[in-house]
């Protein structure tokens, strides 16, 4: 935040007109004259809230996932995603590995395992394939199921 030609008292009053909640709270509870510049401010506003942004999950996180006994592909690949977002610069072997570990589809492990995939988009791709697999394999079943009760 910059006020042009503002004085650290204006920036400092001003700040507080952005901060909501929690941080706003903080500010309110600043004790008079307790800080001597802007800048001052700035560093004491991150000390304080420092622990609160989000962190950023090691690759190896994603070793504790398991594709439930019930669950279908795509709705484990979607939790295999939202974890894999939470990585900062994920291993991709590693990532490899742990899906490969995590699913239940034999048939996906062996094809990771005898053609595996170069990168975390062809990674995706061999899911998708799979998710459309299995949905395919599931409409199948549900037809002949429901041929069956028909005759």
Do not use: C, H, S, Y
């Given at each position: 935040m910059v006020i042009r030609n503002a004085s650290d008292v204006t920036m400092c009053k001003a700040f507080s007109a952005y901060l909501k909640k929690d941080a706003n709270n903080w500010f309110s509870r600043l004790g008079p004259h307790s800080i001597e510049s802007f800048h001052e401010l700035g560093k004491e506003f991150v000390a304080y809230f420092i622990n609160n942004r989000p962190r950023k999950k090691p690759t190896d996180a994603l070793?504790?996932?398991?594709?439930?006994?019930?669950?279908?592909?795509?709705?484990?690949?979607?939790?295999?995603?939202?974890?894999?977002?939470?990585?900062?610069?994920?291993?991709?072997e590693m990532v490899r590995a742990a899906l490969r570990h995590a699913i239940?589809?034999?048939?996906?492990?062996?094809?990771?395992?005898v053609n595996p995939p170069r990168d975390l988009r062809e990674l995706m791709a061999t899911a998708d394939r799979y998710i459309n697999n299995e949905e395919l394999f599931a409409m199948e079943r549900e037809l002949d199921t429901t041929r069956g009760t028909e005759k």
């Open positions: 070793l504790a996932l398991r594709q439930r006994k019930d669950e279908m592909l795509r709705k484990f690949i979607g939790r295999f995603r939202v974890e894999l977002r939470q990585i900062n610069e994920p291993n991709f239940r589809d034999r048939d996906m492990k062996v094809a990771l395992n």
